[in-house]
């Protein structure tokens, strides 16, 4: 997972619970999580993960859970953050902080899902950290459901190294290669 990010942002580790492919029963899942209001996939998801990171040494210094926020207008739309219940759910297993609302989104973009890297918005500004003073020497796990190109990740950690000291590591439910 590391590699997708190699020479573009400096990360500590990156991790994902499955692969995600087309026509599989993964792609299917998270389909229905996030558009179908299926949360309790976001919950099964958050346990399994969460299970998998606590028997991992690195996680015990993980200072909270960020999830990539979903610009306001999706959010209202969709009804949910399909990341909320799968965050809450590995908070609870890490016992660390789940924090919503630190990272926001200013820019509302069409879905780039089927996007490939060339043709997605790779701009820092689409994010921003609501108080740097808050993640000042933090270690943040940033959590997303699908890691493609890694151009929505990558966004998120250049607002987010606008923060002195920051560390991050990357949690996903599934990546595609």
């Not at 209001?37 to 996680?59: A, P, V, Y």
């Not at 949910?80 to 297993?93: A, D």
Request: net charge positive.
């Amino acid at each position: 997972m590391e590699k997708i990010f190699y020479g573009r942002i400096q990360i500590e580790l990156a991790t994902a619970l499955l692969y995600y492919g087309k026509n599989n029963s993964v792609q299917t899942l998270i389909e229905k999580l996030k558009y179908k209001n299926d949360e309790e996939i976001g919950i099964f998801f958050g346990k399994w993960l969460g299970e998998q990171l606590k028997n991992n040494t690195h996680f015990e210094r993980i200072d909270m859970i960020i999830p990539v926020p979903l610009h306001p207008k999706k959010l209202k739309k969709r009804g949910y953050n399909q990341l909320t219940k799968f965050g809450e759910q590995i908070s609870k297993k890490l016992q660390k902080p789940f924090v919503e609302d630190i990272l926001l989104r200013k820019m509302h973009l069409d879905t780039q899902t089927k996007k490939d890297r060339s043709h997605r918005i790779l701009n820092e500004e689409i994010f921003q950290v609501k108080s740097l003073n808050d993640l000042k020497g933090k270690h943040v796990l940033l959590i997303d459901d699908v890691i493609t190109t890694g151009a929505t990740l990558e966004s998120c950690c250049k607002a987010l190294f606008k923060a002195k000291n920051v560390k991050i590591t990357i949690a996903a439910m599934a990546f595609t290669e």
